[in-house]
Nanobody, 120 residues
């Protein structure tokens, strides 16, 4: 069993930035973030492999979001810049055995989520 704890959500104005963090209770392979807006399905945001050599971003995240990884702390950080009201959602950290399953949402463990609200 792997426990994931997210932090860093909050309220920010459009154009602002937020940094989300996720710490796992033990070493895991792929880590990433998903989000779920009210009334919408959960969607993939970004994933990163164990060494940080391979990252993949949803189109809406490219150029605005950056994921980094610190394996010494079993942690990932998601830096979100130029935030838009459409980015408002609960953001979930997740882990998976492969990047392919990560991207498709077939994750082994999920965090409880952290709320991100972007005001216009």
């Amino acid at each position: 069993q792997v426990h994931l704890v997210e932090s860093g959500g909050g309220l920010v104005q459009a154009g602002g930035s937020l940094r989300l963090s996720c710490t796992a209770s033990s070493a895991v392979y792929a880590m990433g973030w998903f989000r779920q807006a009210p009334g919408a399905e959960r969607e993939f945001v970004v994933g990163i492999d164990y060494n940080g050599d391979y990252t993949t971003y949803a189109d809406f995240a490219k150029g605005r979001f950056t994921i980094t990884r610190n394996n010494a702390k079993n942690a990932v950080t998601l830096q979100m810049n130029t935030l838009k009201p459409d980015d408002t959602a609960v953001y979930y950290c997740a882990t998976s055995g492969t990047m392919s399953t990560m991207i498709h949402g077939e994750c082994d463990y999920w965090g409880r989520g952290t709320q991100v609200t972007v005001s216009s």
